[in-house]
């Protein structure tokens, strides 16, 4: 990986942009708010025509604002290119079906996030395309999956549950021998902790609702790879299924762009802090946090990842009753789904198979960019508020 522990040119890259005349020098990238673009003459008419990935007809197909942020995307991704879509799920739905056809077949993590997952396992079963889910700490797994007409690999690392990786790098290869795309989900460690490209992966995909908004007022996504895959997602999945991106959702992107890395290592510090004092209380029984020493994958993601986000889970000795309750009563922390912003936002679960033994309860935690230490008195006043609660 190239300029592995320095992150400092993806600040320039997020905060700088060349004068651009064309709009007066305006700052900011004006918001094309048009459906379509219109021609003096109709050989120019023609020839936008023929170029539509560059040039201008339609903003089903390709809008100036939005073009601004996918140039910006792709260059903190070190990517070719980059597409951008109404959400997480429009980008990962269209970067899937560009990869398979009747008959194919593909490996997915067994804890990809779900809908995704349920696209894989069940939708795409009504085609003809059958699927794995495996557990993909193992390359092992992934090979003994892999079948003749096997197509996919897709990869989500870390998963957003209970935060297992896979080898990236090791994929890649195995995959690109076989002749299989490799297509990996990273809205958890964004381009500032991960670029996957750089490991030999295929497809990159984002929702950018998450940590790339960050600001919990957009749904958004993103598909990233070679101009050779992404050219015919765009020519294909993007303007058939029209999930587009609009301009006014692009702006409010590229605005949020401009702090990433900031947001990032905020978050990262602040979700270390509160996840090493998880580490040591009564009833935890295991912090599930990929730069935590004790996560039993924390050597390979040194390897493939260059720093950490804010989400991580932990499992409890108490029962999911009890954790409502305690989650209910956090002053700091919501309830609610999604994670990626301002905000700190809990959920309990039941603990789930891979849960240590012992644990009755899975919590999931995301460290917003309010302080830690009062995050972290929140945590425990609350505790000890309801510990004593025969739930
Ligand atoms: C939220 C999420 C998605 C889906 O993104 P949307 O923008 O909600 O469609 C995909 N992958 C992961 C890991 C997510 O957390």
Redesign the pocket.
């Known amino acids: 990986m190239t300029e592995k522990n320095d992150r400092e040119w993806q600040y320039t890259s997020a905060a700088h942009d060349a004068v651009d005349e064309r709009h007066h020098g305006s700052i900011n990238m004006p918001i094309y708010q048009t459906s379509l673009f219109a021609f003096e003459t109709y050989d120019k008419f023609t020839a936008a025509g023929q170029n539509q990935q560059n040039l201008h007809v339609y903003s089903r197909g390709n809008n100036p604002t939005v073009r601004y942020l996918e140039d910006k995307l792709a260059e903190l991704e070190q990517a070719e290119m980059a597409k951008c879509f109404a ?4 980008a ?1 739905s269209a970067a899937i079906l560009s990869t398979v056809r009747t008959g194919d077949h593909i490996v997915c993590m067994d804890q990809a ?1 779900g ?2 997952r349920m696209l894989v396992t069940q939708y795409l079963q009504r085609f003809g395309i059958e699927s794995t889910l495996v557990d993909g700490r193992s390359i092992d797994n992934i090979r003994s999956a892999i079948r003749p007409e096997t197509k996919l690999l897709y990869l ?1 690392s870390p998963t ?1 549950g209970m935060f297992q990786l896979q080898d990236l790098k090791a994929c890649a290869e195995l995959a690109s021998s076989r002749g299989i795309v490799t297509i990996i ?1 990273n ?2 460690a964004t381009p500032v902790f991960q670029r996957p490209l750089e490991l030999g992966i295929d497809l990159v995909v984002h ?1 950018c ?2 940590y790339i908004s960050g600001q919990s007022d957009s ?3 993103v598909v990233l790879g070679s101009e050779r895959l992404v050219s015919r997602i765009a020519e294909d999945e993007y303007m058939l299924f029209g999930g587009i991106m609009t301009a006014a959702t692009a702006a409010q992107i590229t605005r949020c762009l401009r702090t990433l890395p900031l947001r990032m290592e905020r978050h990262e510090r602040s979700a270390l802090k509160v996840a090493n004092h998880m580490l040591g209380q009564p009833y935890v029984a295991g912090v599930n946090h990929p730069a935590l020493s004790s996560h039993p994958q924390h050597e390979l993601g040194l390897r493939q990842m260059n720093g950490s986000s804010g989400l991580f889970s932990f499992e409890s000795t108490e029962s999911t009753e009890k954790m409502r309750e305690w989650a209910s009563r956090l002053k700091y922390f919501k309830i609610g789904v ?1 994670w990626g912003g301002f905000e700190s936002l809990v959920t309990v679960n039941p603990a789930g198979a891979s849960c240590r033994a012992g644990a009755r309860s899975l919590i999931r935690l995301h460290i917003g960019l309010e302080s830690a230490d009062d995050l972290i008195d929140d945590l425990d006043q609350t505790w000890a508020a309801v510990q004593d609660l025969n739930l």
Request: net charge negative; charged share 15%.
């Open positions: 959400s997480g799920m429009a990962i996030y809908p995704t989500e957003s989900d809205s958890w929702s609702t998450k749904v958004a996504g999604s």
